[in-house]
């Protein structure tokens, strides 16, 4: 007798939860889905960190500070802004099955096979009465993964109907991409591409003490120095080969130091994009466009620079329908049910990880 096919899954409701290398704020989004195909989103919220609380993180990158009392803290937030989502949203805690919970992350070395995201799940579980999954990279750098990029799988599922080959870039403080090929079944490779926002960031807090070069104008008032864009791109990151991922810390703005406010904004903007374009060779095809998320997205001095550069369409994904301010919100939605479930959070293509990798840590919420 024929064994029975087993039963699809149900699609369940989550929230994703994601604080990006930016360290700007929280990303909360609800959506439904089984983890697989099934996927519908639903509203979200963002809540900027206050300036000292993003000094506070961006002090514990390097070093400083108490990780403890900031991680507490960055829980207690978070559970905010879950309880501020469900009252938007007209729902209860009990009518979410699991909360993604992404965290801050401190320090990213997979080459040492370590990765470092603060955030405290039981906390988080016990504030808002909801089960938790966190830690999504730690078991795909323990098996010797790049522990990033990690929402590829869900920028599959979102573009399942899209002519490819496609490329997602996703311009956070890191930059990384989601190559989508053509044919049968989804061929992804992903990776970061370089910087994205974060040397921007910094050379603006710096220099006029602003937290980005709002829509691009710095940038646009300068000029690239060549020289200076140069000894940026000489970088042996951009010769190794994919997958592979950084830490926000990798590069550093000493080539553009002695550069005025304006120019100096200009070649970092230039050097995000130049490195985009330097991530081309490791694709089997180019992609016949680009949908940009992030908040990089947001900076037409970036978009026009990368349209120049790439030479085909490049445009925010609200041109597909997507929100670029959620989608990483989203994908660690996704993938929290994905982790209830035991499938992959990861695979070779997307992080060198030697075979598909589930992982996630679940917490449940204490007893009544």
């Not at 961006?58 to 802004?81: C, F, N």
Request: hydrophobic share 45%; aromatic share 6%; proline share 7%.
């Amino acid at each position: 007798m024929p064994r029975a096919e087993p039963a699809p899954a149900r699609p369940i409701r989550a929230i994703g939860l994601m604080s990006g290398t930016s360290c700007d704020g929280i990303d909360a989004a609800l959506i439904e889905t089984d983890g697989e195909r099934q996927l519908r989103t639903g509203p979200g919220l963002t809540q900027p960190y206050d300036r000292a609380f993003a000094e506070r993180l961006t002090g514990l990158m390097g070093g400083e500070g108490d990780a403890a009392a900031i991680e507490a803290e960055l829980t207690r937030r978070h559970a905010a802004i879950v309880t501020e989502l469900l009252d938007a949203a007209g729902l209860h805690a009990r009518d979410v099955a699991i909360v993604g919970f992404h965290g801050q992350t401190i320090r990213h070395e997979p080459h040492r096979r370590r990765t470092w995201q603060i955030g405290d799940g039981p906390l988080l579980a016990a504030l808002t009465g909801i089960d938790v999954v966190n830690d999504f990279r730690a078991a795909d750098v323990a098996a010797g993964g790049q522990g990033a990029p990690f929402a590829p799988l869900y920028h599959a599922a979102l573009a399942g109907g899209l002519e490819r080959p496609l490329a997602v870039l996703n311009l956070g403080g890191v930059g990384n991409v989601t190559w989508i090929g053509s044919g049968d079944g989804d061929a992804l490779l992903a990776f970061d591409t370089g910087p994205g926002n974060a040397l921007i960031d910094d050379w603006c807090r710096a220099h006029i003490g602003e937290s980005c070069d709002r829509e691009g104008k710095l940038a646009a008032s300068g000029h690239v120095d060549a020289g200076a864009l140069a000894r940026l791109m000489d970088h042996p990151y951009f010769a190794a080969a994919a997958p592979k991922s950084l830490d926000r810390n990798d590069f550093a703005v000493d080539p553009v130091a002695a550069l005025s406010a304006a120019d100096g904004a200009a070649t970092l903007t230039e050097f995000t994009a130049a490195s985009v374009v330097a991530a081309l060779v490791q694709m089997q095809a180019a992609p016949e466009r680009w949908l940009v998320t992030g908040g990089g997205r947001h900076n037409p001095t970036i978009m026009a620079t990368l349209a120049r550069r790439l030479g085909v369409p490049v445009e925010p994904v609200e041109s597909v329908g997507w929100d670029g301010d959620l989608i990483e919100a989203q994908a660690f939605g996704y993938l929290a049910v994905r982790s209830l479930r035991g499938l992959p959070l990861s695979g070779p293509g997307t992080t060198g990880v030697p075979v598909p990798m589930p992982g996630g840590r679940f917490h449940a919420t204490p007893a009544a």
